[in-house]
């Protein structure tokens, strides 16, 4: 709170543009590893093995068009949100709102709620709380520093909970394989790890419902047969990783707050050498505890399943908790509660910070275009509380989604909303011709195809192998990584279709916006330019004010002026001269020789090392 400027805008939501590249490398890791991937890829890998893991190295090549491709033409653009970008590059205000609203309703369905129900899995099992008790004590701490701090509190506590994720992580992973004895021991009977309870009734279960897959041990899955086929594991996960790590506002506003362009890219790099970790320290760990308690983590008839765990559907989701609880001993039980902890509020404090970002900025200052700085400060923290609201009332559905895997639940609905998005940027970015018409069809056309198959399977439900779902094979017969790729398709034919039958966007609204245009020394006029002028001459005929004489404030007033970064320092106004060069610094994207050449080295080392890992465990 005293190193940051919270008073304003910029420094509140960008951390006044003056972050190094260590705690935005640690930062991205923190707000993308949340209690949910603890629980979501220890679960999914106790049930299925070790393809899970592929999620996560996906990201170490995407974290590189990242920071190479996509960050300098958002810097160069001036922008502090996802969808004000698209306004600059599109014009209009459908879009932007449009964008606003859907990232949104993603931070509740796929974030928010999953990662406070993950959390409240593990206080329940440590700590014998009620789950909605465990809940508000947490939101009641992460919200108040958040609100609090701003941007630059929540990339310095994402950096130490980094720290201790990793410690914490790796201790339980050395106790889980000294218990089963090694690698090789931990192959062999993974393989064997099979529930002692198999009869349903009078009925038999069918075998593959609770054994250990063939292919475990195998990234690269069959295409028809297998549960992450190989082509949906490569291409339709690198469309779904693109929104995420290209497009969304959490993580693209930590790369915006780096001092330079060489911070940027060094801060990716490290987020994507720690994202080797997720195999090793989540994935094994959960089947481990398959290994060691295959009555509870394997279980497969649902009335034994719901005296586990409260679901029918499977218990894979207690793999990581279930093992922390009996596996560790006191103290270090202790440590690896604090991970939890710090795990799920890194990223509930990185999403409360961009979702309220988004209303603020995108949403809330067309409602009240006049509204000065300290009422969109109080807008955005007010929102956060809604949010919260929300987020809590969809977790039941959270709880018996995607046969109880949280993993596949929250990827699946990203399969069915991001694709849009990610055309949208991708092609925006990349193709000039590319304009407001084709963009908008674009996302409402994806936007009516996804959301009629994620409304169809949360109707029909998700089933399980032992009660497989009724839904229409059309619709829900398409694995969801498959789907990502014909959604992508779909909307990239629309977009580009629509766009070549209406008028191009002349140049001179262009310039560093698109990859052709970013380097341009042209001054770029923005496309609703004459809109904007009228507005702010508006807003400066409502601001002139009679004088009104200076009165001192209480104590309780300035306590909580200083609480919410209130505090207005008068300082002498900007000339005009200083207010360009203070623009011109914001979207600087030069780099000094030395530094990029060594951050460039450092980008091909881990696209070597991506490709290494992902050939040793094919």
């Not at 949010?387 to 609905?413: C, K, R, T």
Request: charged content about 15%.
């Amino acid at each position: 709170m005293f190193l940051s400027n919270r008073g304003t805008v910029g420094g509140f939501f960008l951390a006044g543009r003056n972050m190094v590249w260590w705690p935005i490398g640690a930062s991205l890791f923190a707000s993308n590893i949340g209690s949910g991937h603890f629980v979501g890829l220890a679960g999914t890998g106790a049930a299925a093995g070790i393809a899970i893991a592929g999620f996560e190295w996906n990201a170490l090549i995407i974290l590189l068009a990242l920071g190479w491709l996509f960050v300098p033409i958002y810097i160069r653009a001036g922008v502090v949100t996802m969808p004000e970008y698209l306004k600059k590059r599109f014009g209009g205000h459908r879009i932007q709102m449009y964008l606003s609203v859907l990232s949104l309703l993603l931070y509740i369905f796929t974030k928010i709620s999953a990662d406070m129900f993950s959390g409240a899995i593990f206080i329940q099992m440590a700590m014998g709380l009620n789950l909605y008790l465990a809940i508000i004590i947490l939101l009641a701490v992460t919200g108040l520093y958040t609100i609090t701090g701003g941007l630059a509190a929540v990339i310095y506590t994402d950096t130490l909970q980094t720290f201790i994720m990793m410690v914490g992580s790796l201790i339980l992973t050395g106790f889980a394989f000294a218990k089963i004895g090694g690698y090789q021991a931990f192959v062999e009977k993974y393989m064997k790890a099979i529930p002692s309870n198999t009869s349903y009734g009078n009925i038999n279960i069918d075998p593959k419902c609770y054994t250990p897959r063939e292919d475990s041990f195998h990234i690269f899955r069959h295409p028809v047969t297998g549960d992450l086929p190989w082509p949906g594991l490569t291409i339709g996960l690198s469309i779904l990783a693109l929104w995420y790590w290209c497009t969304d506002q959490v993580i693209v506003q930590r790369c915006l707050s780096a001092k330079n362009m060489s911070h940027v890219k060094a801060g990716c790099v490290m987020c994507g050498y720690l994202k080797l970790l997720p195999m090793f320290v989540m994935v094994m760990p959960g089947m481990i505890s398959r290994i060691l308690y295959p009555d509870m983590v394997a279980c497969a008839v649902p009335s034994i399943c719901e005296n586990y765990c409260g679901t029918k559907v499977g218990c894979s989701n207690t793999a990581y908790p279930k093992l922390v609880v009996d596996l560790m001993p006191n103290g270090l039980r202790g440590l690896m509660l604090s991970v939890m902890l710090a795990s799920l509020m890194s990223s509930l404090t990185s999403i409360f910070n961009s979702a309220s970002t988004l209303f603020t900025m995108d949403i809330y200052t067309k409602i009240r275009t006049q509204a000065s700085e300290r009422e969109l400060m109080l807008a955005g923290r007010l929102f956060m509380l809604v949010l919260i609201g929300v987020s809590i009332a969809w977790i039941p559905v959270v709880q018996s989604a995607q046969s109880g895997q949280l993993f596949d639940y929250i990827q699946s609905i990203t399969s069915y909303l991001g694709p849009p998005i990610a055309a949208v940027f991708l092609l925006g970015i990349f193709v000039k011709r590319v304009n407001e018409q084709g963009a908008f069809w674009g996302l409402f056309v994806g936007l009516v195809v996804g959301l009629t198959r994620m409304i169809t399977e949360f109707a029909y439900g998700s089933g399980s192998c032992v009660n497989p779902t009724s839904c229409p094979k059309i619709i829900c017969g398409v694995h969801y990584l498959y789907f990502a790729i014909i959604l992508f398709g779909i909307s990239a034919i629309v977009i580009l279709g629509v766009s070549l039958i209406t008028r191009p966007i002349p140049d001179v609204h262009l310039y560093g916006l698109c990859w052709t245009l970013r380097n341009s020394k042209e001054q770029r006029l923005d496309l609703d330019a004459d809109r904007r002028i009228e507005e702010l001459e508006s807003k400066d005929d409502d601001l002139i004010e009679p004088h009104i004489p200076y009165k001192e404030q209480g104590c309780w007033k300035k306590a909580y002026n200083w609480f919410c970064g209130f505090e207005q320092r008068k300082g002498p106004k900007l000339s005009k001269e200083e207010q360009e060069e203070m623009q011109k610094k914001l979207t600087d994207t030069s780099e000094l020789p030395f530094w990029r050449k060594i951050v460039n080295i450092n980008g091909v080392i881990l696209l070597a090392v991506a490709v290494f890992c992902h050939v040793v465990f094919a």
